[in-house]
């Protein structure tokens, strides 16, 4: 790993972690049956993600920027788990599972329109 | 709270857990391991600037959903859509079950 590669990973970090605490607590979001800030942040990720997947780059340094830096940093799998674990421990099985069911079929629609978006354009 | 200096500690936090992300490359470890760190650190009830820098730092850019998304878009362009539901459900199941657990082994050590 060279310079040049360190530089793009700890970029692509910083944005998205400023950005990821901008989400987080500036607003204040309760939608569908559990869609919090964390949602928010995970959902968009999934969009990114389409659109980086659809543009397929060659560029290594370009992976490491957005995909390892940005990407990693913005999105967050641990507070997903800790909102479905808050759930489970007070005992709400039925809204865990649906929360559970509507971040993935959100994720997986965003990462689509993403995906579609470049691939149609 | 947020100030400048806990601010950069969150920063270094995170530049730390992307690197470790980068040479592990297993997002199944990175995700188990960080899942178990997450349960850890709230039982303990650390102050709230500790606890900011370790998990919004730490955990919450050494695990990362976007891997776990494109990990399970492998399985839908192979349209193998038996493989994706076993694994998203065994991802899911194994997340929170080892949350619980470092949950319960830092309730136990105090």
Known sequence: ??????????????VGLVLRMF???????????YIN??????????????????????????LLLFYVGFLGCFSTFSSFIYDLFVLFKSKQFVRLFLHYIEVIVLSFLFFYVGYFLIKVF | MINVKNFLFILFA??????????????FIISIFGSFLFGFIIARRLGKSLNLILLTGF?????SFSGFILFLYRFISEEDVLKFILYLNIIFISNLLMMYFGFMISRKII
């Open chain 2, 59 to 63: 955990c919450s850019c050494f695990t």
């Open chain 1, 1 to 14: 790993m060279d310079l040049n590669s360190i530089g793009c990973v700890l970029l692509g970090s910083t």
């Open chain 1, 23 to 33: 989400v987080k607590y500036k607003f204040k979001i309760k939608k569908g049956f």
């Open chain 1, 37 to 62: 800030n964390t949602s928010l942040v995970n959902i968009l990720a999934s969009f990114f993600l389409g659109i980086l997947v659809a543009l397929n780059p060659i560029n290594h340094n370009l």
């Open chain 2, 14 to 27: 995170s530049y730390f857990a992307s690197f470790l992300r980068f040479y592990v490359d297993n997002n």
